[in-house]
């Protein structure tokens, strides 16, 4: 280096090489990620979708300015993700941090503004900031919106709809406290696929159709209301008589067969079964029983949950699964309101009890469809059991907790189905299965069980050959209580969102794993790979920081001013012994 700069043209070279590093590093950008659990790290799939974009992606996101230190985290971690999204994308993926309406003063143009983007699906909080002398209301927006080209934006909600609680006892009736911490490491985690998925959704060539079966008693009325909106929203929506015909593979993606009534018939099933040979995607949302708290309400006592007689247990054995003739209940579930005496001006006392009947489900094994969503909630939920079927995978996607129990049919559904010590006991069993993914090339009910007029018949409807196995490996998701999927209807709201009973005001995660199903179903992307991503959350010991707070106040301040003055002083004794002064 001495002699370079001692060179005539020395100081012009090193300058020149300079600029040639500095032009260098403009386009070649590095990064290493040395966390455990790779935070920083996209999937592949992600980085596909990202250098395969061929127009800019606008992103706006609202959650910014003064925020609680939960918001704030997650903030910054949106933040140093869509960096990411940016960088590899070629500057296609365009951010903006804004706070909606922050420069409108007219307060009914603001409101204009909140509904147009609540009907976008942006969500708004309220949140309650307290000071040493008054508390004051702040409205946060912890959403994002997706934008581009001509098409509908679509909306993001930076939030998990996986809410962590401490521990609590249900049967003591203690209310459950969130642990926001956990909550929004949960939604950091799903942040990619988050927008991802989004991204795709707005890129897509094509749109997957979505069929809704009909012909065997299915509900077409207010009660799938929710179910129809949410696959409006990002699918095409078909409804599809299984009486009139073969449904056609090529043309419709994915049925969902919800809640029938009516007994399949032999060449029902036969449509259903060529239909999956071809590679068609089946959902089941199926009631076995009759178990309905309408029924209950009515009897004001108890009742008996009998069998549908559906006929399709042989075909779902088949494709490797049985549902029970049972219902499942498990201590760890929602609450329903009863009443339990008169006030003294004679109206009702009214009081929420833990209801079995009503069990919180969730995943207890690694899969992409339920892993990081809040509980579900089911309605008389029956048992699935897989059996053995040569070339199938199953995967439990939703169970029941560790305190379960199943009640054979015929099933005595009561208000008070908890009596005793005796009935508390009863609960032993774990993890019972409710919701199953099946993966494989499936076998059909009807290989060598039909005529050769049969066979024709088929040819003839469908266009092609009666096929004895798929062609290829399919899908199919297999729920035992329909109710997962249907909605309650108020009086005086009407219908209500999926997973949100009346008069409690939470909403569970039932659309989010329906949307999660079917999205799965028909997806070929790969994203659902960044949903299995999982942030460890690493605390600090707060007990520990409240006892040895000062004395890391004293390290961290004193420390550092005194390794300078060590470093200072052995540098000033190294120079005196070397120059003698």
């Not at 922050?102 to 909080?125: H, M, P, Q």
């Not at 009973?501 to 039932?510: D, K």
């Amino acid at each position: 280096m001495q002699k370079l700069l001692q060179h005539k043209y020395g100081w012009l070279g090193l300058l020149t090489l300079l600029l040639v590093v500095i032009f260098l590093s403009a386009d070649i950008g590095f990064r290493a990620d040395l966390t455990a659990d790779k935070r920083y790290s996209l999937t592949n799939p992600t980085k596909q979708l990202l250098t395969n974009l061929d127009s800019v992606i606008e992103i706006k996101v609202f959650l910014t300015g003064e925020l609680p230190a939960d918001y704030k985290k997650l903030s910054v971690a949106t933040a140093e993700l869509l960096d990411e999204f940016t960088s590899i994308s070629g500057n296609l993926v365009r951010v903006s941090f804004e706070k909606p309406g922050e420069d409108i003063v007219n307060d009914t143009a603001k409101a204009i503004l909140y509904d147009s983007l609540a009907r976008l699906g942006v969500v708004f909080e309220r949140s309650e900031v307290t000071s040493t002398d008054k508390s004051t209301a702040q409205l946060i927006v912890p959403s994002a919106l997706v934008v581009y080209g001509n098409r509908k934006p679509l909306a993001v909600d930076l939030r998990s709809s996986r809410k962590i609680f401490r521990q609590y006892n249900v049967m003591n009736d203690v209310e459950p406290q969130e642990d926001k911490e956990a909550t929004r490491n949960a939604a950091e985690a799903l942040l990619e696929y988050k927008f991802a998925n989004a991204i795709e959704k707005l890129t897509r060539k094509t749109i997957p159709t979505i069929a809704y079966l009909v012909g065997n008693g299915e509900p077409v009325d207010l009660k799938v209301n929710d179910l129809g909106e949410s696959l409006r929203n990002e699918y095409r929506l078909a409804v599809f008589d299984l009486k009139q015909g073969y449904p056609d593979p090529a043309v419709i993606d994915a049925m969902i067969i919800v809640k029938p009534t009516q007994t399949f018939t032999e060449e029902d099933k036969l449509k259903l079964d060529q239909y999956v040979m071809n590679g068609g995607k089946l959902l089941w949302f199926i009631d076995k029983l009759h178990a309905e708290l309408d029924s209950l309400m009515r009897s004001q006592a108890e009742y008996t949950a009998f069998d549908r007689g559906l006929d399709i247990d042989d075909l779902l054995f088949k494709y490797g699964v049985r549902i029970n003739g049972d219902l499942v209940q498990d201590l760890n579930c929602s609450k329903i309101p009863i009443v339990v005496g008169r006030n003294p001006d004679g109206s009702p006392n009214m009081q929420r009890v833990p209801w079995p009947y009503y069990p919180f489900l969730s995943s207890h094994a690694e899969n992409p469809i339920s892993k990081n969503i809040d509980r579900v909630l089911p309605v008389f939920p029956s048992s699935i059991d897989t059996v053995k079927a040569p070339g199938i995978q199953k995967t439990i996607l939703l169970a029941s907790d560790t305190n379960s129990r199943r009640i054979a049919s015929p099933a005595i559904v009561s208000i008070n189905s908890v009596k005793n010590e005796e009935d508390l006991r009863s609960f032993t069993s774990s993890f019972v299965p409710v919701a199953v993914l099946l993966e494989g090339a499936f076998h059909s009910l009807f290989a060598n069980r039909v005529s050769a007029t049969v066979i024709d018949s088929v040819q003839r409807a469908t266009g092609r050959p009666f096929l004895k196995q798929a062609a290829k490996p399919g899908k199919q998701i297999v729920v035992s209580d329909a109710d997962i999927v249907t909605n309650a209807i108020s009086n005086t709201t009407g219908p209500l969102p999926m997973g949100e009973l009346p008069f409690e005001g939470y909403r569970f995660a039932n659309r989010e794993f329906f949307l999660n199903c079917v999205d799965y179903l028909v997806s070929n992307n790969g994203l659902f790979e960044s949903r299995n991503k999982t942030i460890v959350l690493r605390l600090l010991d707060k007990e520990k920081i409240a006892t040895q707070k000062s004395s890391w106040q004293i390290i961290n301040i004193a420390g550092p001013l005194l390794f300078l003055a060590v470093a200072g002083a052995i540098l000033q004794w190294r120079r005196k012994k070397k120059y003698g002064i």
